[in-house]
């Protein structure tokens, strides 16, 4: 027999069954047919919130093989497919957090932990082009590992410095081109450091595009060598402040491209804004051609209403979460209507939008500067007369920071990188071993492993500290070289109990994101292998290179996008005086991807994301860490004629600041 709720009871009842339907749902399941190429999942996120999306089943493309939720293996064909995700295999799972075109989509593949930077409806799709479609579907869960606390959700409080009309007012309101004539209006600027710049334009799905027809020659090589179309086509010089741009930036389809784009030009202006960098912007939309009234030639035409680009190039950067506040300034003359150099018209409101970048939690340049100054003056670890610290770092540091003793609380355990199981006689930071054991007396260890995959590595490191945990329970601070920075990376994230053994991470040049020397021009390794009279490597250099391929490194940075330990960066930036003469070749190859890179990885690929970022060291990818400059051989002396450098003040620079923020 049933009992009578009493009225207090059935109250209670109807709070409980009213808070359980608001209760945030943490699983979803969902399929996401071949058909179609986005669909809306209706799951709403927030920033702060981490999810973990895993799927299963095939798809099948008309004539192609079965491809699961990774998609496809990149092949010729792809170099002319305006895929959604460039980099990604044709027929994978991707996403993106929003449904408008600024919206960034995000290689899934079979598994995938997301941390939104910003709220907004979870979207899933087929890396497809328009007009294709694939048979089959993909089941994909989607599981709430995480809700962003209200402190998380809100926009950071930050002092940020203001943007006003007398500030727009005193620089140039159009830029022009090398005869004087006037063109496109000024339309944005940007205020942050060149670093965080960068970092939002690349997280928006920007490329900087090649200065030269000569540039984009050689770019196109390297894309298609990797089987990535090619995005970087050459943009025309314009001035302002008596320059061409400091960058040029377009946000396109691999095939649109040529005829349409979304493009910018941005100059880096003679002043500061509250200590901030400011950036000033010119931006159109290319689409089509039309005649030059200058010369009858051929050029882009423009879309008239500018306005639209101005919002477009706003609206992709604050979708990346890097964005702190938009604003639209008004000059006191604003241009409203104008024709371009090259005859075609354009219509405006006048504003001009204000980007204020957020201001980066992880840069620590300037402390890791001035610690390193202070060990290179103070201790002078590597002996000899080095003369001023910022010769060997891309930072001004301070050399008076009192030094305390180092305490003995942690191991140093250095992985190096790809070739050094050859190069028994020049360790990776040989000097600053043996200057932490005696001066210090820290116990420093080296595990020199073969040229293997990242995955054989990694094993062969878990095992390693399994082994030494049992005889000594202090933790490691660990340093990754060059290929030794994935190897780590891939056994801190996927080897059990490896990440319970260390205390921090710390990488230097290491190959993060892959490198495009792996990508096309593996064979320079053997040359340089007999340059360097190397001989009785262990392992296999052919699979140890393939690992460091930018499409193996990026899929792995999507499976694993966030640091298990308290993770730090250092990268290597030389140019050509820095660089040694073995490495020349490389370094004038990498410098058509970017300017900023070592001879091996550029400057972005050799950062962990989410690392605290320490800064660039001024040497080449082998000066930063290995003694070659101290060999016996004078041939190979000869051809690493710029391998000096501080190593040992870098590594205890290193080991110093990261004990101290533990």
Not at 42 to 59: M, P, S, Y
Not at 334 to 358: E, N, Q, W
Request: charged share 20%; glycine share 8%.
């Amino acid at each position: 027999m049933l009992r009578t709720m009493s009225k207090p009871s059935l109250v209670i009842a109807a709070v409980a069954l009213a808070l359980l339907a608001q209760a945030p749902k943490n699983s979803y399941e969902l399929d996401v047919a071949g058909t179609q190429r986005w669909m809306d999942s209706g799951v709403d996120v927030q920033a702060g919130d981490t999810l973990l999306i895993t799927a299963t089943g095939a798809l099948r493309f008309a004539q192609s093989k079965e491809n699961g939720p990774e998609g496809l293996s990149r092949g010729w064909r792809d170099l002319v497919r305006a895929l959604p995700i460039n980099e990604a295999g044709r027929g994978a799972l991707i996403g993106r957090i929003g449904s408008n075109e600024a919206a960034q989509p995000f290689p899934v593949g079979s598994r995938r932990e997301i941390h939104p930077p910003r709220a907004g409806r979870l979207f899933l799709g087929i890396n497809q082009t328009a007009n294709e479609s694939a048979e089959g579907s993909f089941h994909v869960k989607i599981e709430f590992t995480g809700r962003g606390s209200a402190a998380a959700r809100a926009p950071a409080a930050v002092n940020l410095p203001r943007v006003t009309a007398e500030h727009v007012d005193k620089l140039p309101s159009r830029i022009a081109d090398k005869d004087g004539n006037a063109g496109d209006r000024v339309n944005f600027l940007i205020l942050g450091s060149e670093e965080k710049m960068r970092q939002a334009f690349q997280a928006a799905g920007w490329v900087q595009v090649d200065r030269s027809t000569k540039d984009a020659l050689l770019h196109g090589v390297f894309a298609s060598l990797s089987k990535q179309a090619y995005t970087q086509l050459p943009m025309s010089e314009l001035n302002l402040f008596g320059r061409a741009q400091d960058f040029g930036m377009a946000h396109a389809d691999p095939i649109a491209v040529v005829a349409a784009r979304h493009h910018l030009r941005l100059w880096k202006a003679p002043i500061e804004i509250g200590g901030q960098t400011l950036w000033v912007g010119a931006g159109t939309h290319d689409i089509g051609f039309e005649r030059d009234q200058r010369n009858n030639s051929v050029t882009h035409k423009i879309d008239p209403e500018v306005d639209k680009e101005r919002d477009f190039i706003g609206q992709s950067l604050n979708e990346t979460g890097l964005v702190a506040k938009l604003e639209m300034v008004t000059p006191s003359q604003p241009i409203t209507g104008a024709k371009t150099a090259t005859g075609g018209s354009f219509r405006s409101d006048g504003k001009t939008l204000v980007i204020y970048l957020t201001p980066s939690e992880n840069d620590s340049t300037g402390a890791f500067a001035d610690l390193f100054c202070s060990v290179l003056q103070q201790e002078n670890p590597d002996g000899g007369d080095w003369g001023g610290c910022d010769q060997y770092l891309h930072a001004r540091g301070k050399s008076d920071l009192a030094l305390a003793a180092m305490p003995g609380r942690r191991r140093v355990l250095i992985v190096p990188g790809i070739m050094n199981s050859c190069a028994s006689n020049a360790p990776a930071f040989q000097e600053g071993q043996q200057h932490l054991r005696d001066k210090h007396g820290l116990t420093v260890e080296l595990l020199a492993v073969p040229n293997d995959s990242c995955e054989a590595n990694a094993r062969q490191i878990a095992q390693y500290l399994r082994e030494h945990m049992r005889a000594d329970s202090r933790k490691y601070i660990v340093v990754g070289y060059s290929k030794g920075a994935p190897d780590l990376q891939v056994a801190l994230a996927t080897e059990p109990d490896a990440a319970s053994a260390v205390a921090a991470f710390i990488t230097v040049a290491g190959a993060i994101g892959g490198s495009p020397i792996a990508d096309a021009l593996p064979g320079l390794a053997d040359r340089w292998m007999q340059q360097l009279n190397l001989g009785g490597c262990k392992g296999d250099l052919s699979t140890g290179l393939k690992s460091l391929r930018r499409d193996v490194r990026q899929a792995f940075l999507a499976r694993y996008p966030n640091p298990v330990v308290p993770t730090f960066s250092l990268a290597a930036v030389s140019d050509k005086t820095t660089t040694s003469k073995m490495l020349q070749q490389a370094w004038q190859l990498l410098s058509v991807f970017d300017p900023e890179q070592d001879a091996q990885l550029t400057k972005r690929d050799a950062i962990v994301p989410g690392a605290t970022y320490l800064g660039a060291a001024r040497a080449d990818h082998l000066a930063v860490a290995l003694p070659f400059d101290k060999s016996e051989d004078k041939a190979v002396r000869a051809v690493m004629d710029k391998g000096r450098y501080p190593r040992a003040a870098l590594l205890e620079a290193l080991v110093r600041f990261v004990d101290r923020s533990q």
